[in-house]
C-alpha cells in the first residue's frame, strides 16, 4: 500500500506536471515564422458548402489575422469565395435550405465585419453561374471576380499565402 507520504508526493508530481504542461501550452507563439516580417499578405479561399463548418471557418479566419495583427503586423487581407460557399453571401435565401438561413446571417455578418476592416471580399463568377446566381444577387460587400482561380493564382504571384478553407 502506499504510504501518506507517498501519497503526498505522487500528487505534487502529479500537479507539478500539469503546471509545467499548462504553463509551456500558454507560452505558444509564431515568432520564429515571423521573424523579420513586417508585412502579412493572406489570401483565404473558402469553398465550404456546410454552413456549420463555414461559420467556423470564418470565425478562425478572423482569430488567425487577429493574431497576426497582435504580432505587429500589418495583414493584408482577401477572402475568395466559391463553390458551394457562394450560396451563403447573397442578398436572398432561397439559396440556402431553411436550416442554413440562421448560419447564412452568421456568415453573413463576418462578411460586413470583414468588409469594415478593409478586407477583400471576392466570388467567382464561374462559381455564381454553376449555382445560377447572377452577380446582383450578391452582398453589397462582394466583388465578383471573372475567374476566382485567376485571382487566386495572381495574389499568390504578388506574394499573397493562400490558405484554403475547405
Request: hydrophobic share 45%; proline share 1%; aromatic share 8%.
Amino acid at each position: 500500500m502506499i504510504g501518506l507520504l507517498q501519497k503526498a508526493l505522487l500528487t505534487i508530481s502529479i500537479i507539478s506536471c500539469f503546471t509545467v504542461i499548462v504553463a509551456a501550452a500558454s507560452n505558444h507563439n509564431n515568432d520564429s515564422a515571423l521573424k523579420g516580417i513586417k508585412t502579412a499578405q493572406v489570401y483565404f479561399d473558402v469553398s465550404l458548402k456546410d454552413d456549420n463548418l463555414l461559420v467556423f471557418r470564418m470565425e478562425m479566419l478572423d482569430k488567425t489575422i487577429k493574431q497576426i495583427e497582435d504580432a505587429g503586423l500589418e495583414v493584408r487581407t482577401v477572402v475568395g469565395f466559391r463553390g458551394g460557399a457562394s450560396r451563403f453571401i447573397t442578398k436572398d435565401d432561397h439559396y440556402v435550405l431553411e436550416e442554413e438561413i440562421s448560419n447564412k446571417k452568421k456568415i453573413q455578418d463576418w462578411v460586413k465585419q470583414f468588409s469594415e476592416r478593409g478586407i477583400i471580399i471576392e466570388q467567382c463568377s464561374i462559381a455564381a453561374g454553376i449555382l445560377d446566381i447572377p452577380q446582383e444577387d450578391f452582398m453589397e460587400e462582394i466583388k465578383v471576380v471573372g475567374n476566382g482561380y485567376i485571382s487566386l493564382v495572381g495574389y499568390q504571384a504578388q506574394g499573397y499565402s493562400v490558405v484554403p478553407m475547405d
